[in-house]
């Protein structure tokens, strides 16, 4: 992408989104001060949102600034020459948000995409932590039949069903508020292969929150990983080299 297309992507941005006029921005605590005037709020993902803002409108001339910006915010420490190289790959990424961002405006995507921890991550890197296939072997063990109502044990608690002559054609189960917010497995940068832990915990939470019509609460999805621990047995769930999330359902039904 030519230069003067990136800088038009990034001013598009603002001026489809935001609306706001160019700041300058000088440090960390006027860029936090920028963030709550965006309504971002001032969490460190608030702070960024405000980045990719900034970014925009002083366009890629100011790419070093940003990225010290970025690297302040996260608490991220490169010697010189790797945070060239971070710059690089930050620098790409923005362009590349910038630019779905714009298209999503017009329509053309049903989301938006935002500055976060991995920005300045290759993909090769990202591929390598999070999408490295740890797991137990799916082709040993399918999820059970799951019970009907009629004959499913007590412990199951069904839901129960409702005559309805009419039902939409889909539901945004996130737009009626019962679906938590988007957790981070690797919150600590350690490789742990316990997506279905986090996958169990999430249909859990937004399980209560139906039942209950409260907002959904955060469940713990180390309780699983922890506890229902059988790395013995190749049908069950083993912690950080994975598991199912069906099994998790069992865990949660027998214990609570």
């Excluded at 608690?157 to 002559?165: K, L, S």
Aim: glycine content about 8%; charged content about 20%.
């Amino acid at each position: 992408m030519p230069r003067s297309a990136m800088i038009a992507a990034l001013v598009a941005v603002v001026c489809l989104v935001s609306g706001t006029a160019a700041t300058d921005f000088s440090d960390l605590h006027q860029l936090q001060a920028h963030a709550v005037a965006l309504g971002h709020g001032t969490s460190s993902q608030g702070v960024l949102d405000a980045l990719l803002h900034l970014h925009a409108v002083q366009e890629l001339l100011d790419i070093e600034r940003a990225f010290g910006l970025y690297v302040t915010v996260l608490a991220k420490n490169y010697d010189s020459t790797e945070f060239l190289s971070r710059q690089s790959v930050f620098a790409s990424t923005v362009v590349s948000i910038a630019a779905h961002n714009v298209e999503a405006a017009a329509g053309r995507h049903n989301f938006t995409l935002g500055i976060n921890k991995f920005s300045d991550w290759t993909d090769e890197e990202f591929r390598a932590v999070y999408l490295q296939g740890m797991g137990r072997k799916r082709d040993e063990f399918v999820p059970p039949e799951v019970p009907q109502p009629e004959k499913a044990p007590s412990a199951y608690r069904p839901f129960a069903y409702e005559n309805v002559e009419e039902v939409p054609d889909s539901i945004n189960w996130v737009e009626r508020g019962v679906v938590g917010a988007i957790k981070d497995q690797h919150i600590n940068g350690t490789a742990c292969g316990c997506c279905w832990s986090f996958a169990c915990i999430g249909v859990v939470e937004t399980a209560i929150a139906l039942g209950t019509g409260n907002a959904p609460v955060s469940l713990a999805e180390q309780q699983l990983i922890a506890c229902d621990y059988h790395p013995e047995d190749e049908a069950g769930n083993a912690g950080c080299e994975g598991g199912y999330w069906w099994k998790g359902f069992d865990y949660i039904i027998k214990n609570g």
